[in-house]
């Protein structure tokens, strides 16, 4: 029993942490998209005044930053979940910025009864642990796949990533060098499916790396979506 409360303990703490690093990226995203709008007319002004001078070489340059800093904070998913597209997007530039090469298919469908809190826990933590499998790997190697929809009456989330050589399973999980916290995020995720009465599956091998949940939802709602889009 203590070894229990123990280890609720823990998971809580650790989904506590993980929601304000969340909570901070989005933060971050959002405030840099905000600055960008808010220099908007600075912009123009000073491609207008390029123009009226006939230096269009300057004004085809300033157009090309421009353009790599929005790349940097426009949104490349939309599901209709404001928190789901901010964690998405934000793991989704974390993983440009690592080199990994992003494929990413999300839209989520009405009648979900998970809220939005759950689904960024299950969502940010298979991401984080992607991603830092990537990091291990040479540039070249790198590849993540993320696909989020209905199937029949459930939600499916999968995240593929490459990896090395295929992990064994330790105590029901599978061993990483990040120690205990990471099994503890599987631990977490796992049990944030379970809660919906869904289920969680995670099989690896050489090269690649495959998690997978599967959610029910409200009777006659595979068919319907909040929107989704695609990117990769």
Not at 187 to 213: C, M, Q
């Amino acid at each position: 029993m203590f070894f229990n409360k123990l280890i609720d303990r823990r998971i809580e703490a650790c989904q506590s942490e993980m929601i304000r690093k969340y909570y901070d990226e989005v933060e971050s995203m959002y405030t840099k998209m905000r600055g960008w709008r808010h220099d908007y007319h600075n912009h123009i002004q000073a491609m207008q005044a390029s123009m009226a001078l006939g230096r269009y070489g300057e004004v085809s340059e300033y157009l090309r930053q421009l353009n790599d800093d929005l790349t940097s904070v426009d949104t490349v998913l939309k599901t209709g979940r404001v928190m789901v597209d901010a964690i998405l997007n934000s793991k989704i530039t974390m993983a440009a910025q690592s080199e990994i090469s992003v494929n990413a298919r999300a839209r989520l469908p009405e009648g979900l009864a998970m809220n939005d809190v759950d689904l960024c826990v299950v969502i940010g933590n298979l991401l984080d642990n992607a991603i830092e499998e990537n990091r291990k790997l040479e540039a070249g190697e790198r590849f993540l796949r993320i696909y989020i929809g209905a199937k029949s009456t459930f939600l499916y989330i999968a995240v593929t990533n490459a990896a090395g050589k295929k992990q064994e399973k330790a105590g029901g999980w599978f061993r990483s060098s990040k120690g205990k916290r990471h099994g503890l995020g599987l631990s977490r995720v796992e049990g944030v499916v379970k809660k919906y009465g869904g289920t969680f599956t995670a099989a690896s091998e050489d090269g690649g790396f495959t998690a997978e949940a599967l959610i029910p939802m409200l009777t006659g709602s595979a068919d319907s979506g909040a929107g989704g889009q695609e990117t990769g």
